[in-house]
């Protein structure tokens, strides 16, 4: 029994951040790597089924072919490939309508982000996010074999969706009162007019920070939250933050390796469900770690809910299954 | 604002290198200009992006598809167009012709006919930067295709381990002639092939030249710092053949199709009208502008005279 | 007069010019500690330093590729590669950039480079690491190819080429490296483009390069024991050539014979026949013979390879021919 989803996404890892923050070079061959380390796992377990999303890689096919014969299934789900990071999210509402036991990520915060977008609100898929990069806060820094071992756990029913997995919230965006968007760590607003090579590694450009987690061991803008209010996955708050040229002086850990003094001059709780104003009328908006929107004009909100993805506890799980005789012989 | 100004300038490079070439192609179709042109339509972002980022006495190393190098690197457009016409005014007093132009005293070392070739001229330049300590940095332009050559390796190689000027930015437009890139070659991108060298490898998206300046910049500011060289891979596209001619049996009219929704001009110029910076009558005045600059171009290099044959056993020695 | 070896009077050549100017910096693979393969750089690193005395890795197409650059942008490098027979991994960068840049440009850029490399055979080095590559650069219009015998000559010809404003080619014989000569002391620089005789004789010319100069001399002081006197003329550079020397030496003599090391098909000696036959025909006694490296690759074996390259008995009997 079980079936599991894969989405690993191609284009993951290899922005500005590599060039201005040292970013970890993390190349596909990589990603097919985990995979058939995870694929591995699942052969000898005895999963079921294992679907993929395509990709122009072709990850996951890789990796499939490398390992030959295997006793389960596997298939590429059907569907329009756009080589754009919309795939991802129309992977992930094609995996919810085959209701995979797990679904498995091989990104970063802007590939679970994108993930996200594609599960329903109170989508019952479990996901389980594998960090490909250095700059990354939502998903897990951790070896396939071990994420593998966990999902086949959900998979195979030894531990529950509701022993083992927990909703994460989320950041919402409104336009005049309309849901433009999501993200799962953190929502920047930032004085500047492009978009461009997405990445954020300038401070003075940032205005203001609204995460779900804020966490002083995170890496990246949700960092700064988390040297004033600290704030985890379970709190029910998100936390405001606004810098500016004068205030409160810290220093923040931006990206990788450019830890930078800023000035904070505001920061609150953002109790769930409560809109908040944008005070910026215009710049751009950045969703976990990456510019995405920019804006001229609208009356841009945010509010923070708890109608994330249903992650995976991955040390829960294992900890759990192996409780109950899981993997024993 | 200096940033505004910037912009602007930015997007008429772009217009006229794209007026440029749409008139060169014309040209070549009526039988104008001799020889093999390789238009640069539909990679504009990238040329301006990269050389906007330059400082005036920067050097470049540009490839057989290099007009556009050298209209966002100043290239005049009359000593441009007589070149391509094979007259005496032209940059190259009619011997180099589309593949060779060059303007060292703008920084310009060259196109190049020979692919790969400009990896380790543009190493050179930066190593004569570095030993003459002048701040001078080398901006390599090159393609797919040429990652695949030893050039490539022994000039990445040899830039990091001297930590030279140089920025290697790789135009992806994906094909090499009618080789996709993903048959030849095993990694999708070629930025995942600076982590050999031990430096910094990168993708920008090449039809947002905002995104291509920002990544240039700071490569161009780390090396200049000392910080050696930084390997960055701009996705774009061609919209016209390899060469005028080519008849494109090895892609669909529906890709290239889907490349000109994604036109670096317009996408930059929608994004300047919201902010104000372009509107209507703007956009009409620069495009007039530029539409002149290109007739007079066409109009000097038609007036222009030929070369005496015996002009052809000049300059093959200083 | 002091003697000094060749590879010493390359190497004082190479310290005089980057002392005169500091554009000028070698390049090359092994040049600094190690003084180079052959030793002739010894010393230099020392004294100029690692910017200076750039040892490379293993990539000749960039050592050439980045003089291109360098030359273009205002230094002079002087590269070395290693054995003359690696200069075709490099060949696009010698051929079509080097060569050809200046021209393409319509003379707007100069590309003062210094290509040494040590050709010949000698050293049972076989097939890869001996041969006598001339010609495949004389054929580059843009090129000039300097090609010395003496200590004297390679010093004054690699001043000259150093400050050339042209890439040239400076082709050593790796078995004269230690063949000794006299220099002066005091600076002196040799114009490229002036052949030199090396002995004045009455009954033939033998026009040789490189080693095969020492070799012709051997066998004119063999053939003056029997009374016939042979002139020697050394063109030291192969492009540009000096044409007149060759031609007023054949006037005089009536015969000419060429000797080089290179192969004989399509070899330079072809070249230099071609000149005598189109200015100086009428004054011809006898047909222009070569002696020449015979149409192999350069064999292993010792009396293989003494067999390929052209001995003192094969230009004596070849001058024999003639009379």
């Known amino acids: 029994m079980g079936k599991i989803g894969i989405i690993a996404n191609p284009a993951s890892g290899k922005d500005i951040r590599r060039l201005v923050a040292h970013g970890s070079v993390f190349d596909n061959n990589e990603k097919v790597n985990i995979v058939k380390r995870m694929l591995s796992v699942f052969e000898e377990i005895g999963i079921d089924e294992v679907l993929f999303m395509p990709d122009y890689f072709q990850i996951c096919l890789k990796a499939l072919n490398a390992l030959g014969r ?14 754009t990071q919309d795939d991802s999210t129309k992977a992930a509402s094609i995996f919810e309508r085959e209701k995979v036991d797990c679904l498995i990520t091989l990104g970063g915060d802007g590939t679970n982000r994108v993930v996200a977008k594609g599960l329903s609100p109170n989508s019952e898929v479990p996901l389980l996010p594998i960090s490909t990069g250095t700059n990354n806060v939502f998903p897990y820094m951790m070896e396939g074999t071990i994420a593998a071992l ?143 929107i920019d804006f001229f004009d609208g009356k841009w909100e945010i509010q923070v809910t708890r109608r994330g993805p249903l992650l995976v506890d991955v040390r829960k799980v294992l900890r759990l299954s192996s409780e109950r005789g899981f993997l024993k012989i | 604002m200096g940033e505004e100004k910037l912009w602007l300038d930015m997007y008429i490079s772009m217009v006229r290198i794209r007026k440029f070439e749409e008139k060169v192609v014309e040209l070549f179709a009526q039988g104008k200009i001799p020889g093999f042109v390789h238009s640069y339509i539909g990679e504009e972002a990238v040329a301006v992006g990269a050389c906007s980022a330059l400082e005036p006495t920067d050097y470049i190393t540009s490839t057989h598809r290099g007009h556009g190098h050298l209209i966002a690197k100043g290239g005049d457009l009359k000593y441009m167009m007589a070149e391509l016409y094979g007259k005496k005014t032209g940059y190259c007093k009619g011997k180099g012709g589309s593949m060779h132009i060059a303007d060292v005293d703008l920084g310009i070392l060259g196109a190049n006919g020979i692919v790969g070739a400009g990896l380790p001229i543009a190493t050179g330049a930066a190593l004569s930067s ?108 061609r919209w016209r053949g390899h060469f005028e001619g080519d008849p494109q049996i090895y892609r669909t009219p529906e890709e290239i199709e889907d490349w000109k929704k994604k036109c670096p001009i317009m996408r930059f110029q929608e994004k300047l009208i919201k902010m104000g910076i372009l509107d209507e009558a703007k956009i009409r005045e620069i495009e007039s502008m530029i539409a002149r600059e290109v007739e007079e171009a066409v109009r000097f290099a038609e007036e222009s005279p030929y070369p005496e044959p015996e002009e052809a056993l000049e300059d093959v020695y200083a | 007069m002091r003697e000094i070896t060749y590879a010493e009077a390359i190497r004082e050549a190479l310290r005089e010019e980057m002392k005169r100017d500091e554009r000028v910096y ?108 001339e010609a495949w650069f004389t054929h580059l219009p843009g090129l000039k190819v300097v090609m010395p015998s003496t200590p004297y000559d390679a010093k004054g010809l690699l001043k000259a080429s150093i400050r050339d404003d042209n890439p040239v080619i400076f082709l050593e014989h790796k078995m004269l490296y230690g063949v000794k000569g006299t220099v002066p002391e005091e600076e002196y620089v040799i ?58 030496s054949v006037k ?39 002696v020449c490296g015979k149409n192999t690759p350069i064999p292993f074996s010792p009396p293989l390879e003494r067999f390929v390259i052209p001995q003192v008995e094969d230009i004596v009997n070849a001058v024999k021919s003639l009379l």
């Open chain 3, 191 to 248: 114009p490229l483009g002036v052949a030199d005789v090396k002995r004045e004789g009455r009954d033939v010319t033998i026009i040789a390069t490189s080693l095969m100069v020492y070799k012709s001399l051997e066998a004119a002081k063999l053939l003056e024991k029997e009374g016939i006197s042979v002139e020697v003329v050394d063109p030291r550079t192969l492009y540009p050539l000096d044409e007149e020397k060759i031609i007023n």
């Open chain 1, 150 to 292: 966990a999902a086949a756990a959900l998979a195979k029913g030894v531990v529950s969706k509701d022993e083992g997995c927990y909703r994460v919230k989320r950041v919402e965006l409104f336009k005049d009162g309309e849901l433009k968007d999501i993200a799962l760590i953190d929502l920047v607003s930032l004085d500047c007019s492009f978009i461009g090579s997405r990445a954020i590694w300038h401070p003075e450009e940032i205005r203001e920070v609204f995460s779900t987690v804020a966490k002083p061991d995170s890496i990246g803008v949700s960092s700064i939250g988390g040297l004033l209010m600290p704030t985890d996955e379970l709190d029910d708050r998100g936390v405001y933050v606004r810098l500016g040229r004068s205030g409160k002086r810290l220093f923040a850990p931006i990206v990788p390796g450019i830890i930078r003094e800023i000035y904070v001059e505001d920061f609150r709780e953002i109790p769930l469900d409560e809109k908040f104003p944008i005070s910026l009328d215009r710049g751009v908006i950045a969703l976990d770690g990456e510019r995405e």
């Open chain 2, 130 to 237: 570095y030993l003459q300590r002048n701040g001078r940095v080398a901006l390599c332009f090159f393609s797919d295709g040429a990652s695949n050559r030893g050039t490539f390796h022994e000039s990445l190689n040899m830039a990091s381990i001297w930590k030279l000027p140089v920025v290697f930015l790789c135009e992806n437009n994906m094909y090499g002639i009618s080789m996709p890139q993903r048959k030849g070659m095993a990694v999708e991108d070629i930025a995942d092939r600076a982590a050999a060298y031990g430096i910094p490898g990168v993708v920008v998206d090449g039809n947002d030249v905002i995104a291509v300046y920002e990544a240039v910049k700071e490569a161009v500011t780390r090396a200049r710092a000392g910080g050696g060289p930084t390997l960055i891979e701009a996705k774009t596209a």
């Open chain 3, 252 to 290: 005089k003599t009536h015969r000419a014979i060429v000797v080089h090391e290179a192969v004989e098909r399509n070899g330079f000696g072809g070249e230099i026949v071609a000149i005598i036959m189109e200015k100086a025909f009428e004054y011809l006694d006898a047909p222009v013979k070569r």
């Open chain 3, 26 to 133: 070698i390049i090359g693979e092994d040049v600094g500690r190690f003084g180079g393969c052959f030793g002739v750089t010894k010393g230099l690193w020392e004294e100029f330093g690692d910017d200076r005395v750039k040892d490379t890795p293993i990539s000749e197409t960039a050592i050439i590729g980045s003089s291109v650059g360098a030359a273009a942008t205002g230094m002079r490098p002087v590269a070395e590669i290693m054995f003359c027979d690696f200069m075709g991994v490099a060949m696009d960068e010698i051929t079509n950039q080097a060569a050809k840049m200046r021209y393409m440009f319509g003379g707007k850029v100069k590309l003062p480079m210094v290509i040494r490399t040590p050709v010949g055979g000698g050293l049972c080095a076989a097939a890869q690491h001996s041969q006598s590559l």
């Open chain 1, 70 to 83: 295997v006793s389960f299934k596997a298939r590429v789900i059907d569907m329009d490939v756009s080589f």
